[in-house]
């Protein structure tokens, strides 16, 4: 196993900076792979569609 560094010149024998490095310096991005916020609000805006329509009938019907 390497001998890593931390940042001020300390031994660090599970190399424990080296992968905190790697994984915020992960060049895929961790959040790019999140669902786009698109899909997420035409969801949300069919549920309260729904919910409106439900509401209405419910409405209607009981009148």
Known sequence: MANTQGPEGNYDPA???QMFRA???DPQ???QQAAPA???VGL???VI???VVVAVVA???LA
């Open 15 to 17: 190399g424990s900076t």
């Open 23 to 25: 994984f915020v310096d």
């Open 29 to 31: 991005g961790r959040q």
């Open 38 to 40: 698109g899909p997420r």
């Open 44 to 46: 949300i805006a069919g």
């Open 49 to 51: 569609a729904v919910v």
């Open 59 to 61: 409405w209607l019907a």
